[in-house]
């Protein structure tokens, strides 16, 4: 069976490998505060153009980074704004709200928050002379790319930041699969995300890494006491090293975006091959997901071979697909897909 479920199905970048076999035997201090933990620190900030008093954390997956940030950061009453569509909200089986934390949500527009409906939400909040009875809004969580593979423009971040500001909100973005979003032309950088979010994550785990993911906090007075949020929440991984390990070998030399851009160039390959065929997409996306609409019974046939999603019905024949590629699908498995596409579709 041929995978195109999702960008994880694989292991771990042969680097890394490597360079957890040559440092097994070494003795490193624990919990993080190990040489390679704090090297990979170094090398995330200078990619974000941070200073060094920007703390970087490193977790084992991104629903326990996400739980953790979200419950650390906001006060007792408040809640975290989210798309209805957001990770948080439909794939995380109630971890945010097993804080105490409640999700408010707003309508996506293309997997999106636009400012203007996250403004008129903290508008109606604010408004309210009852609004000391409801969850304040305290921050809000976006992903780039989102759970429909599209991308944040510069300008609607920046309109974004302008909203939190006005209404002192945390904005924070997880970046599960972050590395793929930057891949693609055009696309806002890390250091446009560094100087407009509060809080991301560079996602590891979908990316090259066995696990992981690296929470840099970009206001660091944010940051002074994460360590006990860390801790209580079980995050605090006790051989930190395997952690700094990875992403100090994704980072050192730029391997995390050159894979990036591997996935990236695949998709581009399969979402082109898709179209010439004749298939609408229900999103735009031009990062490592793409979601063709095919008839069902073509579904039903590729899956004979490949594994992947029948995302969401459009018509009574038909349904979106999702499509995704990795940091390592081999190109003959993108060509045989295709092949099958449309010798199905004939």
Partial sequence: MIMFNCDYAEGAHPRILERLSETNFDQTLTYGLDVHSDRARS??????????????????????ANLTVIDAMLLPYQGVVSTETGHINVHETGAVEATGRKILTLPPVDGKIPAASLREYCEAHYADHDR?????PGMVY??????????????????????CDEFGLILYLDGARLGYGLA????????????????????????????????????????????????RRGAMLAKGRMLGIQ??????????????????????????????????????TAANQLFPI?????????????????WERVDSERSAARLCTSWCTPEENVAAFLGDLRAALK
Avoid: N, W
């Fill in 184 to 231: 693609v032309p055009g696309s806002v950088t890390l250091r446009d995300i560094a100087r407009l979010c509060d809080v991301f994550y560079i996602g590891g785990t979908k990316l090259g890494a066995m696990f992981g993911e690296a929470v840099v906090i970009a206001r660091p007075e944010l940051g002074k006491c994460f360590r006990y949020s860390l801790k």
């Fill in 43 to 64: 090398y995330i900030r200078a990619a974000c153009g941070l200073g060094d008093e920007a703390p970087v954390h490193f977790f084992t997956g991104g629903t326990q």
């Fill in 294 to 310: 095919m008839p069902d019974a073509v579904i039903a046939k590729l899956q004979e071979k490949y594994r992947f999603f029948a």
């Fill in 142 to 163: 976006i992903s780039h790319p989102t759970e429909c593979g599209t991308l944040y423009t510069l300008a609607e971040l920046e309109a974004l930041r302008a909203v």
């Fill in 132 to 136: 000391d009875q409801t969850v304040q």
């Fill in 247 to 284: 992403f100090e070998v994704l980072f050192e030399d730029g391997l995390y975006f050159e894979i990036a851009q591997h996935a990236v160039a695949l998709a581009d390959e399969l979402r082109l091959g898709c179209r010439d065929a004749g298939l609408e997409m229900l999103y735009d």
